[in-house]
């Protein structure tokens, strides 16, 4: 005897759910997953240390140690130093994009969101859009120590909400440089490691501190292949005069050829793996 298992009309009829994830899908999920990534923040308030003593501590400290050796003066060491450190503040925070991501496929993380109905690749871009907060952050702290040390930008507020726009965007465009980093690196602590051994030497020579021209010729050389020498200059253009130069256009055009670059290396990375 055989017994004849039919399935009900009311369930045979419904169409079959496509493994695909459409485009409004992913970006929705990826700005749910930006909103984990500020969860994690408010559970883990140091993760803010950075950002926030980080301005405070570095801005204090090479006012009163350079100003006078550069500048003659603090007052005159500002607005050199201010839009320096902005720009040096904020890219050195988009490091932690990679080594985040790295601890978090290092604890088995992403593998539980395999087995979510979910874009993979909305984890990474989530994970990335979350640290344009931590930008945000980072800026305008740096900004209001400035003003609270007798800095006083020529450009106005528009010049100023315009530099900080302008790193902000940059930033996001490095991290995904670190994002690659973090997707193929052993362990936290090496993505840490190789992130801050190009960022340092790249920020320092950038002029962020000292005028470029005091540097030797094969340094200044360097410099017009240093996206951060751009970036560094814009800052004080906007600041300083509310500027929009040649400095601002390379600056914005760098960010995309880096996001056109490495958006797609990291992607593909994070797929293999994830």
Known sequence: MTAVLTVPESIADRPRASDRISL??????????????????????????????????????????????????????????????????VVLTSVVTGTQL????????????????????????????????????????????????????????????????????????????????????????????????VMFPLTFMSGAFAPVSTMPGWMQGLNHANPVYYMVNTCRELMNANSYGSDLVWSLIGSLVVIAVFAPLAVRAYMRRA
């Open 24 to 89: 409004r899908e992913t970006i929705s999920t990826s700005f749910t997953m930006a909103y984990r990534g500020l969860l994690k923040i408010k559970h883990n308030p140091e993760q803010l240390f950075d950002v926030t003593v980080q301005p405070i501590l570095f801005t204090a400290l090479f006012t009163y140690i350079f100003g006078g050796a550069i500048s003659g003066s603090v007052s005159d060491y500002l607005p050199v130093l201010i839009p320096g450190i902005l720009v040096q503040t």
């Open 102 to 197: 790295r601890e978090d496929m290092d604890k088995g993380v992403f593998d539980r969101f395999k087995s979510l109905p979910i874009a993979r690749v909305s984890a990474l871009s989530g994970a990335l859009l979350a640290d344009m907060v931590r930008y945000a952050i980072a800026s305008t702290l740096t900004v209001l120590v400035g003003l609270a040390l007798g800095y006083r930008p020529g450009g106005g507020l528009v010049g100023v909400v315009a530099a900080c726009l302008m790193v902000v965007v940059c930033s996001f465009a490095v991290s995904w440089i670190w994002a690659l980093v973090g997707v193929t690196g052993k362990s936290a602590a090496s993505v840490q490691g190789i992130s801050m051994m």
